[in-house]
């Protein structure tokens, strides 16, 4: 065959690829024979890719060819070559596809990569790289492709993965899809040896949907482990799925097999990771579940057939009773494909509700990997009853903060009488513990949900209430329901009861502070939810809770603190105290300086003071003065 050389044209490569090429070229990561995973999936994608245009009816090239993957090896030269008969590229795809990294995440993969090199392997590993990955064991690469498109010309890339590329039309017979000749670097020459390559197929690509030939010969599996009845398939079997699927090297924390045949049949093979896949944050957009029709790959990472909240579970879904021809398009708008979508979301949360049941201890651990993002289906009201049922919190009842109560649990746990559900909201169990709003509930043994994730918040004011009880947080108003629960402990307040005639001036006191506070509190009660601490703030009950208004004031600056209504505790050393001086001077001005500093205190506590300078200033004035005082008690 003659090869007529057309004009070769010299590309170099964009900043970013020439980053991630130095670095894979330099690298001897024990893990590189992944780079054979990347090249072979890539293989199987362009087959997955002219077999879906085939079904659509569109007209490709060498329409009879069969769909299969080559591998083949000259361990002399040191030249390994895959070849695919795929969709293949044009030349302005070849220089579109591997001349840029389109993937999101890419940049952010290079940081890591750069930042993290003791972890490298464990990284390429998670994420692959994609084809470039072949220049950690090749010294140079050539790509001979054809597209699948009427009238496409046979194309040839050529690169040593230093910095540029060669790209021209060739006049060279080629049937349709893509050969990448790899000749080997001197270290890697163990990738053109038959044992080296059986193993690392088998190993990384053996559930591959297409015929992989080595040198003729047929090596991975091909069945569709999720078509075969469960009996008859192995936790092994399971695992090596689950591990050519997801890119993970550990097992799975759960298996669910799913097999329904009326009213609509479809298999599913799911599993849900020990891990939280999403370990570096970037990755959010790497999920879903990949759709085949009657064995054939509709769409990879299909978004449509479990909620968000549910993302991180992996794996396949196949159905006799879609159309083959489906467009990704039009999918969400098949009634079929809805009711698939909706059985396997049920499927999934039954299984987790049987888990959080049978296992509780397994399911924690479930929880602590995926809890947050299985937090953020408050909205699916589809399947709120059990959503919330499984839901988890840490509670006052817990012996630490690692514990975790289940709404169940909590009503299983009410008071007498008790009517709501109660939570508070902290950054940690120990900030929580000691707010003063709390104090009431210390007192009559009542459990509190300690909320420490802000999106908690969210879900409490969003599904509002489980069963019949409403949802109420510790710092609103209203506490009757609470004060006719008995108390746990008898103990009497300290400071013995009121003289009637106090009582008159303690209500005038109230009085003077609310004229001292003015604005900017809308009342000043005596608190009945107090024990120990002199004064708190608490909000309106129709109004939004404080960690709620501190949300929305770290989004947008705008958000005034609300009004709020202030309590004062006359079962306190300091307001006993504050009530002697004012009925000697009703106007002593250490009393405004008292109030000032308490209130402030109260929305410190709180999260909602917005300037800390005055308190602070005023603290300092204040142990100026009772310094003085010690040192003349003293007689210093
Ligand atoms: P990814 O597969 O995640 O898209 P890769 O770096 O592996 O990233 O590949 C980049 C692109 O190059 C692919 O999306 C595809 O368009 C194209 N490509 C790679 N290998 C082949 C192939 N064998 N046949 C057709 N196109 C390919
Ligand atoms: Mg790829």
Redesign the pocket.
């Known amino acids: 065959m003659t090869e007529k050389q057309t004009t070769s044209e010299k590309h170099e490569f964009k900043a970013e690829i020439k980053q991630l090429l130095d670095i894979l070229v330099h690298s001897l990561y024990t893990s590189r024979e992944i780079f054979l995973r990347?090249?072979i999936?890539?293989?199987s994608?362009?087959l997955d890719?002219v077999r879906f245009e085939s079904t659509k009816g569109t007209e490709v090239n060498d329409k009879d060819i069969p769909l299969e993957i080559k591998i083949n090896f000259d361990e002399k030269k040191k030249i390994l070559t895959i070849s695919?008969t795929?969709?293949?590229?044009t030349k302005e795809?070849l220089i579109n596809?591997?001349g840029t990294i389109?993937?999101s995440g890419s940049a952010e993969f290079l940081k890591q990569l750069k930042e993290n090199k003791s972890d490298a392997n464990n990284i390429i590993g998670k994420f692959?790289?994609?084809?470039?990955s072949v220049f950690m064991v090749a010294e140079e690469v050539v790509i001979k492709?054809k597209s699948f498109k009427k009238d496409s010309l046979p194309v040839e890339w050529k690169s040593d993965g230093l910095g540029n590329y060669e790209i021209q039309e060739i006049d060279e017979e080629l049937k349709r899809?893509?050969s990448?000749e790899i000749h080997l670097k001197e270290d890697a020459k163990d990738f053109a040896e038959k044992y080296r390559l059986e193993s690392t197929i088998k190993r990384h690509s053996n559930f591959i949907s297409f015929p992989i030939y080595l040198e003729n010969e047929k090596i991975n599996t091909i069945s569709a482990l999720w078509r075969e009845p469960k009996s008859k398939i192995t936790k092994e079997q399971y695992t090596e799925f689950y591990k050519f699927l997801s890119y993970d090297t550990d097992e799975p924390m759960d298996t669910i097999h799913i097999s329904v045949d009326a009213p609509i049949q479809f298999n599913s093979l799911l599993f849900i990771p020990k891990k939280n896949f999403d370990i570096f944050g970037f990755n959010r957009e790497d999920y879903g579940l990949d759709l085949y029709v009657r064995r054939v790959l509709i769409q990879h990472k299909n978004k449509d057939l479990l909620p968000e909240y549910l993302s991180f579970v992996k794996g396949v879904v196949d159905s006799e009773d879609l159309p083959l021809n489906i467009s990704r398009e039009t999918l969400q708008e098949n009634v079929i494909f809805t009711k698939i979508a909706n059985s396997i979301t049920n499927q999934v949360l039954s299984y987790l509700l049987k888990k959080a049941k049978d296992e509780p201890d397994k399911y924690a651990e479930f929880w602590k990997e995926h809890g947050r993002v299985f937090k953020l289906g408050y909205s699916d009201f589809t399947n709120m009853e059990k959503y919330t049922q499984l839901l988890r919190f840490n509670s006052s009842t817990n012996n630490n903060a690692d514990e975790l109560t289940g709404l169940e649990e909590y009503i299983s746990r009410m008071k007498d009488g008790q009517k709501e559900i109660y939570y508070a909201f902290g950054n940690s169990r120990d900030a929580v513990s000691l707010d003063p709003h709390l104090e009431i509930f210390k007192r009559k043994g009542i459990e509190v949900l300690y909320l420490y994730d802000p999106i908690d918040e969210f879900i409490v004011t969003s599904i509002r209430k489980f069963k019949d009880y409403d949802f109420k947080s510790v710092d609103t108003t209203e506490l009757n329901k609470l004060e006719k629960l008995k108390d746990i402990s008898e103990e009497e307040n300290k400071f013995g009861q009121l003289e009637k005639d106090d009582e008159k001036h303690f209500d005038s006191l109230l009085a003077k502070i609310k004229e001292i506070l003015g604005d900017r509190v809308t009342e000043v009660n005596e608190s009945k939810r107090l024990i120990d601490s002199p004064a708190c703030v608490v909000n309106p009950d129709d109004s939004m809770s404080a960690s709620m208004q501190k949300i929305l004031r770290l989004t947008n600056k705008d958000v005034s603190v609300q009004k709020k209504i202030f309590e004062i505790n006359k079962n306190n050393k300091l307001v006993r105290n504050l009530l002697k001086i004012f009925k000697s001077n009703s106007k002593d001005e250490y009393i405004t300086n008292v109030v000032e500093e308490l209130y402030e205190s109260a929305l410190l506590l709180e999260g909602s003071l917005t300037d800390p300078y005055k308190l602070v200033k005023k603290i300092n004035q204040m142990l100026e003065q009772s310094s003085e005082w010690y040192t003349e008690v003293k007689k210093l």
């Open positions: 990347e090249l999936s890539n293989a994608d362009a890719k695919d795929g969709i293949g590229m795809e596809n591997i389109a993937k692959g790289v994609g084809f470039y492709s899809g893509t990448i």
